[in-house]
């Protein structure tokens, strides 16, 4: 008997991490297109290709175990609220840690890549770019940059490693208590403490991206998508005016020099000044009438309706994401313990339209994890669509633009970097977006019910009914998802996760009016601009629009 127990959890494994398997072949591919897609065709770099390459694809894998966690906690239990034949505690133990380790090895990964790999390679090159001296030079330069990288990751697992769970208690509060024995459960090594304390100081500096990046994507890219663009044969009218209207001024200013006289330094500076400008101009004249003439953007004129369509859908989705975390976040402020609690609450009083959707998804394999991969591509293109709309920024200095075939090999680890740390904070997201779901699938435990019976028959029935888990089920009747304690293992970055939340829902706002009230787009937007920092190729990109 125990063997066919083995057995059949050995096939739910197997499920679960074949549907994983599958992903991670789908998200290879992706990551692959994607870098391809936007690194300069001049200046590419293989081992910047690979690093990028890898710090995108261990992000979403590490994203994929999540509905795969979902999946194997709901798929121990039947329908009417029963174990499966199969799954005791030692199996569904079994099958907790076996996620569990996967979790901690794939986060093990990311340490490595942010603390040592990635950086090692961006300042590798840019010390490639600065200095002509030797390969050794480089490396050991970048390695010493790199040192102070490793220094912040020791201290972050020190910190972890020490750092005490125990939070002061509020007084009659149970849900604290049952908080409390689920942190036990997860475990009490010191080693996994500091890991997860490290990833999740990793996961609030990508909330920091994503209230920054995607919030202003989701505005963004819809609303770009039903706008459009302008007309490539009007810029370029407009472009030839202000050609002429420049080469006048240059003239006029040169003219006052004809008798020989040297000019004054004020009109020197303006003669440069209007010279750079023409330049300019004059590779938007190249720009535009490339593209005035591609077949590509004949093409992308056809598809225009379909480009509204996709539009008015993204816009849709978004104004739903948001509409559910505001309802997620009012349910905490409303009814979870507090701040000294991280706002955890389990169960749902206030229900939002993806937390009731996923469950009823997930009994037709495999819709909800198709739905959560949907979300998670979402948060990604969101996000891309806001960093190539604002470029990468340190305070008020912006330091590279994202552009297509024309991304520089250290702008390109910056994307990855802030894509890795934003796919992160999505499993938060995606818990705060459906909390009910991320907590316990579609599990449900029975319910003792008394039953009066009536038409002449004296007595009472009870009767068992299923109801779905909530905080109130019993602990050995529910198992929840080792994502979900994870991401709640420290109360701090709990707590800042939710603040965080209203600052993503405040800025999708703010951006939403100031997507609204701009114009269309230039056809050659973010392509040539006066401002230029990074070597841009002057042969145009194809694919505009």
């Known amino acids: 008997m125990p063997e066919v127990k083995m057995a059949a959890a050995s096939s739910e494994l197997l499920t679960g ?71 005791d505690t030692n199996v569904s133990r079994q099958i907790e840690d076996t996620v569990l380790y996967g979790y901690y090895t794939l986060y093990s990964i990311i340490l490595f890549s942010v603390f040592l790999w990635i950086p090692f390679v961006y300042f590798y090159y840019e010390e490639k770019d600065e200095d002509d001296t030797s390969t050794c030079s480089h490396v050991q330069t970048a390695l010493k940059y790199t040192l102070g990288f490793l220094m912040v990751c020791a201290v972050l697992l020190l910190i972890g490693a020490f750092i005490p769970l125990d939070v002061p208690q509020k007084r009659n509060s149970t849900e604290w208590e049952k908080v409390k024995y689920l942190f036990e459960e997860l475990g009490s090594s010191h080693g996994l403490a500091a890991l997860s304390f490290s990833i999740s100081s990793l996961t609030l500096i990508g909330m920091l991206a994503a209230v920054t990046y995607t919030a202003y994507g989701m505005s963004a890219l819809p609303l770009n998508l039903i706008k459009g663009t302008r007309s490539p044969t009007y810029e370029r009218l407009e472009n030839t005016e202000d050609i002429e209207d420049v080469e006048q001024h240059i003239l006029r200013i040169k003219s006052k020099c004809k008798d020989g006289r040297p000019l004054p330094t004020r009109d020197r500076r303006n003669l440069q000044q209007l010279e750079e400008r023409l330049r300019t101009l004059r590779r938007r004249e190249r720009h535009l009438e490339f593209i005035e003439k591609s077949c590509w953007t004949k093409f992308c004129g056809a598809m225009r309706p379909l480009k509204i369509i996709w539009g008015v859908f993204f816009i849709l989705v ?124 579609s599990q449900k435990y029975l319910v003792q019910h008394n039953m009066t019976l009536v038409d002449g028959q004296p007595g009472n029935v009870t009767t068992y009914v299923p109801k779905v888990c909530d905080a109130d089920a019993p602990e050995d009747q529910c198992t929840v998802t080792r994502t979900y304690l994870f991401l709640h293992k420290f109360w701090f970055f709990s707590a800042a996760y939710y603040f965080g939340n209203w600052a993503f829902i405040a800025v999708f706002l703010i951006g939403l009016i100031v997507s609204c009230c701009k114009g269309k787009k230039s056809v050659i937007e973010g392509e040539v601009d006066e401002d230029d920092s990074d070597i841009s190729d002057d042969e145009p990109c194809v694919y505009y629009g």
């Open 318 to 441: 978004a104004l739903l994401f948001t509409i559910s975390l505001f309802l997620s976040n009012l349910d905490k402020a409303l009814h979870s313990a507090g701040i000294n609690s991280g706002f955890i609450i389990l169960g749902t009083n206030l229900t939002n339209p993806l937390n009731m959707l996923l469950p009823v998804l997930q009994t037709v394999f495999p819709l909800d994890y198709i739905l959560i991969t949907t979300i998670i591509m979402y948060f990604i293109f969101t996000s891309m669509a806001g960093i190539r709309n604002m470029g990468i920024w340190f305070f008020w200095i912006r330091l590279y633009k994202i552009r297509r075939g024309k991304t520089r090999p250290q702008a390109l680890l910056f994307l990855c970097m802030i894509l890795l740390l934003i796919v992160l904070h999505t499993s938060y997201m995606i818990y705060s977006l459906a909390p009910q779901y991320v907590m316990y699938g």
């Open 17 to 87: 991490w074949c549907l994983f398997g599958l992903s991670l072949l789908a998200i290879l591919a992706f990551s692959w297109v994607y870098v391809r897609k936007y690194q300069s065709r001049r200046e590419s770099e293989v081992i910047s290709t690979i690093t990028a390459i890898f710090a995108l694809a261990i992000a979403l894998i590490t994203s994929a175990l999540l509905p795969v966690d979902i999946f194997l906690v709901s798929y121990m239990k039947n329908q009417n609220g029963t174990f499966k034949e199969w799954a």
